[in-house]
């Protein structure tokens, strides 16, 4: 394909030019650029488009900002360097546009600017919401508007291009089709300027731009500003050929000095093992060899061989991902037909996420030459901005992959998972915000992923559970969550413009569940999934806790209460005190309802339904977080948590919760002893935190859930806590454990905070730095001492 795209430039682009030097006419007006699709094309089907124009400059200019957007997606050349991918994911009310500035990438004399713009129809993601099959380019002032799309620009349908299924996925995937291309049919080097458009057609002009909340008629996207920067792209060479089938190669091929020549007639197999799972956009570059069939296959981990089993867990079993010897690959695909030529290049669309790739070639009546194989990292930009160093080592290794797995499922959005679903589902991505403000301090992800969510709210009140997607669904738990994460924005960074915009949600959640309350304000019947937790136990049905014959459930009340709890304080600080009088009557009729109808006195645990059947560590986790027990009895009953082997256990997803119940029991020096499932993670050869605490049959090898470490290794062992909105104020309670020394940073909205733990001869000696203007405390062995900004020294 294009072995341009991927060179230093393109690099340079995504890290130099993006540009939000937007024209506040771009905002306010309906653009002169038109949407233009292909004539003939059938809007909703699959297919994959090129759009191009000539232009002429006098001269190069210092500046030149575009804007620009398609439908699925698209990317933007300029005389053939890429300088743009899109659009970043949203829904048709409000479908973002990219800024760019380009002037690096102009000349004096010819330009040409160009687009691949592809819709995978049936085919595309259950992320990809779409209208119809669109590209549309505007200037972003007169100077600018040579470049607008209408019907003078050039276009043709690429017929290289069908969609191929992944190959014997066993669970659910929602990613989206992987492509097959061949060669044969490209047109080679259509973005740059000397290109031959002869033959292509004049682009069909749909209709004008329209920025969402302008006051005009036409249909399809309302455009807003794209909100995040753009992604990150980084060059990642694999690093281990793990298996060669009849060839035998040098691995020196991996750096990319050495080509590959594979004999006519012949059919070889390769293993590629990145070390480490990853998502990048595959690039392999090839000559020669018409005709020959290449097959690119990514997995996370291999399958063990147990085809004749009758259980089919046994046939989907993972083992240690280090280990190849008796497995096969199985997942999402690429094919290519080679088309003879030299220089031919192939890069995915979208990315793909592996750690393992195979690579299977079939050559006919030539040799294939492959000169090069490699992949481009992509994720959102995050900076690892937060330290933590401690006598125990095996801490770093913990935060590195949970690093890495919050990376992985950072892109457009946050993701559940980057090779199964792609979704930003309300459950993961709060403790995923959580990872992003402790570790990195950058809070745009986080902030789009709550105006998102609040954009997906359905009529009744409720929002969906996942949001952009194309497949509704509901999991009203997860709309309570949202408010706790609109909460946590509120405490951990501020902005209260930004949350008072969005108190019109969390009311509307409360609402909808207000609907379903009893007089007592218990809930019942509350439609919809309501999922909690991955566990298989008694009374638990596909995540659901039990629920009693009269459609009570102690989670859902429990649930309900931390969400009112969250709202009160919105309410009470930056709200309407309507609103919090009216949260702070729910919550106290709430926990005395809580208590009679779930608590039993004899067990000294709260049941899951008033039926005292089943127990959880989740219903009593939640009543110690949400005050319902307090004092003698949360500690009571966080020993409870501890060692009572009869309750359903949390999975890694719910001990977000469950960890810091018992911490704020008083169990916080336990903390290092918790992280068992996470060391089995490592010594199971994963390099990203598994779906679900059964790693050898677990579907992700990559859940970003499953990362409060990230989080409580600061925010527990550490001690760094928020202490008034906006982190204006600072705890500090650390829980060292069996720890002689510790210390750390995290990234703060004025600065950074700093922490250092050092037992020297029996005595503690802490030094804590606060940025400047803000104040805290310490507590440490029941006591509070005053931390000024600037440094703080004690001797314990």
């Known amino acids: 394909m294009q072995k341009i795209i991927l060179m230093i430039a393109f690099i340079y682009c995504y890290k130099n030019l993006s540009a939000q030097n937007i024209n506040p006419g771009i905002l306010t007006k309906t653009w002169n650029a ?51 991918f899109g659009p970043a994911k949203g829904d048709l009310y409000h479908w973002n546009f990219e800024t760019v500035d380009i002037a690096h990438f102009l000349k004096k004399g010819k330009n040409i600017v160009a687009a691949i713009v592809w819709n995978f129809g049936e085919e595309k993601p259950v992320w990809q919401i779409s209208y119809q099959t669109a590209f549309i380019l505007q200037g972003n002032t007169n100077a600018e508007e040579v470049m607008n799309t209408d019907e003078s620009w050039k276009c043709m349908q690429d017929t290289a291009y069908s969609a191929l299924q992944p190959q014997l996925i066993y669970t659910y995937y929602a990613a989206g089709a992987g492509e097959k291309i061949n060669m044969n049919n490209y047109p080679q080097s259509w973005m740059v300027v000397n290109y031959n458009d002869s033959g292509w057609q004049y682009a069909h002009e749909l209709f004008v731009g329209v920025p969402k909340n302008v006051n005009h008629w036409s249909t399809g996207w309302m455009l807003v500003p794209r909100s995040i920067p753009m992604m990150e792209l980084t060059q990642q060479r694999l690093q281990k050929i793990r298996l060669q089938q009849n060839i035998n190669v040098n691995e020196n091929f991996l750096q990319g000095n050495h080509s590959i020549n594979i004999p006519a007639h012949t059919t070889v197999h390769f293993l590629f093992d ?137 892109q457009e959005t946050y993701t559940d998972c980057p090779y199964y679903e792609q979704l930003q589902y309300i459950g993961d991505t709060r403790i995923q915000a959580m990872v992003s403000l402790y570790n990195s301090g950058d809070d745009r992800l986080m902030r789009n992923a709550i105006t998102q969510i609040a954009n997906s709210t359905l009529a009744e009140g409720v929002t969906e559970s996942r949001f952009p997607h194309n497949i509704h669904q509901e999991i009203p738990t997860f709309s309570l969550i949202w408010i706790s994460m609109l909460h946590d924005y509120y405490i951990y960074h501020g902005d209260s413009a930004f949350i008072k915009d969005q108190l019109r949600i969390e009311r509307q959640v409360l609402s909808f569940f207000n609907k379903f309350q009893n007089t007592d304000g218990s809930l019942h019947n509350v439609p919809y999934w309501n999922f909690t937790d991955w566990v298989e136990a008694p009374g638990w049905d596909g995540g659901v806790a039990p629920i009693d014959s009269n459609g009570n459930s102690a989670l859902m009340d429990l649930q309900l209460l931390m969400a009112y709890e969250a709202a009160e304080d919105l309410e009470k600080n930056i709200g309407i005190n309507v609103y919090a009088s009216e949260y702070t009557a729910q919550i106290n009729q709430l926990k005395k309802s809580i208590i009679k109808n779930y608590w039993n006195n004899e067990k000294k645990l709260f049941s899951d339904t008033k039926e005292k059947k089943y127990y959880s560590q989740h219903a009593n986790a939640l009543a110690i977080l949400t005050d319902v027990t307090n004092g003698e009895r949360a500690h009571n009953l966080g020993k409870k948590l501890l060692n009572d082997t009869s309750l359903t256990n949390a999975s890694v997803y719910f001990r977000y919760y469950l960890f810091q119940a018992l911490n704020k029991a008083g169990f916080g020096n336990g903390y290092l002893n918790w992280l068992g499932i996470w060391k089995q993670n490592l010594a199971m050869g994963l390099t990203t935190w598994a779906e679900i605490d059964d790693i050898n049959n ?43 020394n510790a210390s750390g940073s995290i990234p703060h909205p004025n600065g950074n905070i700093k922490t250092s733990y050092i037992l020297q001869n029996g005595k503690w000696n802490i030094d804590i730095t606060l940025p400047s203007k803000i104040t805290g405390r310490l507590i440490w062995k029941g006591k509070e001492y005053v931390l000024k900004d600037g440094e703080n020294k004690f001797v314990f």
């Open 698 to 740: 677990a579907r992700s090898d990559c859940h970003a859930w499953g990362c409060s470490p990230n989080i409580e290794l600061y925010r527990i062992v550490l001690g760094i806590d928020s202490d008034a909105p906006g982190f204006s104020k600072v705890k500090i309670e650390p829980n060292l454990g069996a720890l002689t």
């Open 274 to 410: 990145q070390s480490f799972l990853t998502t990048a956009f595959p690039v392999l570059n090839f000559s020669k060899g018409k005709n020959a069939d290449i097959s690119l296959t990514y997995a996370e981990a291999l399958y063990i061989n147990e085809a004749d089993s009758v259980d089919w867990r046994m046939q989907h079993q993972k083992g240690n991902r280090n280990e190849i010897e008796n497995k096969h690959i199985n997942g999402a695909k690429d094919e290519i037909i080679s088309n003879g030529s030299n220089a031919q290049s192939f890069t995915a669309l979208g990315f793909r996420t592996y750690r393992y790739v195979a690579l299977d070639i079939t050559t006919q009546d030539e040799d294939l030459i492959i000169d090069d194989f490699y992949g481009m990292y992509t994720g959102y930009p995050f900076k690892l901005n937060s330290i933590f160093t401690s006598s125990d080592t095996s801490l770093n290794k913990i935060i590195e992959v949970g690093w890495r797995t919050a990376r992985l499922d950072a």
């Open 34 to 84: 038109n949407w233009i699709d292909v004539p003939g094309a059938k809007p909703h089907d699959y297919g994959v488009y090129h759009f191009r124009k000539n232009f002429i400059l006098n001269e190069q200019p210092q500046q030149f900002i575009i804007h620009v957007s398609a439908d699925n997606r698209y990317k933007l050349f300029v005389n053939g360097e890429m300088v743009a």
